[in-house]
């Protein structure tokens, strides 16, 4: 494993690593709906500008801030072609067989694939930015508030830092198992995608076999420590926020309400 | 076939906080036939290094010679290199995956020029090397079997392949004292056949016992690096190390400060036996 796992968390000392997580979950929502209001191609600009100073800001690589939407540009690119070609077949520049391309349908292509790419870059400075207990706890913060409609925040956040903890565990094993594998003779390095395909169910029959051992192992752990769900008797004590969150906050909501408001 | 590593460095993810350089600068030959143990503490760079020669993953720095190729070039055969090198990893039954034993064990032949026989044949050896009755095991899922069963049959999925240059991954670690023995007696025989063996192992005593050369790691650098009874011979430096020299050369040492004359370099069983009742006789 030279590569590390995507959005893994890398201590740094940053201004944005010494936000508050519910703060910085908060800004984040905030900045979301700020993309997904954004309609016009200097908009995304802007976007892209204010995610690349975030990325500044957090003292993180650019390789490692946007390498998972780099990885995906397979997907990028199906999407662009989707929507490029079939999104408005009324008004197309020409029709080929069931393809037809349109100038309506290449702007929402380039729109949805700007909103995944920034959604996944800015989602990416948060989780290298916040260690993942900071971040269950900030889960927990911003859900317990429901806790007065009966949804119980302190499980649904057990859950989430379960399943957090369980990323690179997995992300490890899998590795494991494609080296055996490759020793042993499957070919995931091979240039031909038919040897390719061959080598998935090598890799993913024990992938799921480790995660459901580990599951069970952890559940087993768990009732023999005595959880039984229930945190309600838990009332954590959460620190105030400081004024560079709600500095952060009060950024990240005005930059939302603009892009809400010029729609 | 020869292993040559020439100052091979590896670091794991580097350039971020996480950095951790794990070989340094390692050079080392490993030549035909020999049954080399390799020991060190925990860390200390055993497994990178198995990666390292099984084309796992490339150096950082320095190159890895197969039979003089240097095995990370574009134009080396990979193939061909999985083919020769076999790999027990650590905790290898996580590997299994197949409906059935047969066709588990039969995994790495898929791609070899075979004909059907020679392949059957090859994976009932196996099997039976690792103590299973072929004929009662081999259209069983081997997803029933116990932990201890289910190593042996992914060491069967790498045996069944007869590479020529064979890698263990603490193969030891787990196994009943009567299965360590039998597993031990089945590498010599393999290794008298012409194959190459490469142990990584704690057991220092299964090390003195079987390895004709030991080689210690110690921060992903040369440690030790020599014949057998030379290494374990240096009792205080191993322990001082924490990587220990077994019970054998305890004894012999412990022997000799109550003023017996054990001659160096007896760290197997057999020999300190016959140095003992040698004493009484006189
Ligand atoms: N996947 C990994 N990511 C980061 N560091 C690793 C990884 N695997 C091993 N290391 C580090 O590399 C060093 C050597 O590890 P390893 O080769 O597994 O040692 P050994 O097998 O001798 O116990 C250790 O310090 C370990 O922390
Ligand atoms: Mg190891």
Not at chain 1, 124 to 136: D, K
Request: proline letters at 5%; charged letters at 20%.
């Amino acid at each position: 494993m030279r590569q590390l796992p995507v959005g893994l968390y890398q201590p740094a000392d940053s201004v944005i690593h010494r936000l508050s997580g519910s703060a910085k979950l908060l800004c984040m929502l905030l900045l979301l709906i700020g993309v997904v209001n954004t309609t016009t191609l200097p908009g995304y600009g802007i976007w892209v500008l204010l995610t690349a100073l975030l990325i500044r800001l957090a003292r993180i690589s650019p390789g490692t801030a946007l390498g998972s939407a780099v990885r995906l540009k397979w997907f990028f690119g199906v999407i662009l072609f989707m929507n490029l070609c079939f999104y408005q077949p009324e008004d197309p520049w020409v029709r080929w067989w069931i393809f037809s391309p349109s100038y309506a349908g290449l702007i929402q292509g380039i729109q949805v694939v700007a909103r995944v790419f920034l959604l996944l870059a800015m989602s990416n400075v948060l989780m290298v930015s916040t260690a993942p207990l900071v971040m269950t706890d900030a889960m927990e913060r911003l859900l317990s508030p429901l806790r007065l409609i009966g949804v119980p925040a302190g499980l649904i956040a057990m859950i989430l830092s379960v399943a957090i903890q369980f990323i690179p565990t997995l992300f490890e094993e899998t590795d494991n198992i494609r080296k055996a594998q490759t020793a042993r003779g499957a070919r995931f390095d091979s240039p031909r995608l038919w040897d390719k395909a061959k080598a998935v169910l090598p890799l993913l029959v024990p992938v799921f076999l480790a995660a459901f051992k580990r599951a069970d192992e952890l559940s087993m752990a768990m009732e023999a420590r005595g959880y039984r769900g229930d945190t309600q008797s838990r009332k954590k004590k959460y620190p105030p926020f400081q004024t560079a969150d709600w500095l952060a906050l009060l950024l990240c909501a005005a930059v939302a309400a603009a892009f809400v408001m010029i729609r | 076939m020869p292993v040559e590593l020439r100052k091979v460095s590896y670091t794991y993810a580097p350039g971020t906080p996480y950095a951790a350089p794990a070989l340094k600068e390692l050079s080392l030959t490993v030549g035909d036939g020999e049954f080399v143990g390799v020991m060190g503490r925990t860390g200390c760079g055993k497994s990178t290094l198995i990666q390292l020669i099984a084309g796992l993953a490339a150096p950082s720095d320095g190159q890895i010679f197969l039979d003089g190729e240097n095995i990370n070039e574009r134009q080396f055969d990979r193939n061909l290199l999985r083919q020769k090198v076999g790999v027990v990893f650590q905790f290898p039954e996580i590997q299994l995956f197949e409906t059935t034993v047969q066709k588990d064990v039969a995994f790495g032949l898929k791609y070899l020029d075979r004909s059907r026989e020679q392949k059957e044949a090859a994976v009932r050896q196996a099997l039976e090397w690792m103590g299973f009755d072929y004929e009662a095991v081999r259209n069983r899922s081997p997803l029933g079997f116990s932990g201890g069963e289910k190593r042996r049959l992914a060491i069967a999925g790498v045996l069944a392949v007869m590479p020529k240059f064979l890698i263990l991954d603490e193969p030891l670690a787990g196994l009943d004292p009567l299965g360590r023995d039998a597993f031990l007696e089945l590498l010599r025989k393999l290794n008298q056949g012409g194959m190459t063996i490469v142990m990584i192992s704690h057991d220092a005593d299964a090390l003195a016992e079987y390895a004709d050369r030991i080689v210690i790691l110690k921060d992903g650098m040369l440690f030790k690096d020599g014949p057998a009874a030379q290494v374990f011979s240096d009792y205080k430096g191993l322990e001082a190390n924490g990587t220990g020299a077994g019970q054998v050369s305890g004894i012999a040492e412990r022997l000799r400060l109550r003023g017996w004359e054990i001659p160096a370099g007896t760290i197997r069983y057999r020999r300190l036996l016959d140095e003992i009742a040698g004493r009484w006789t006189q």
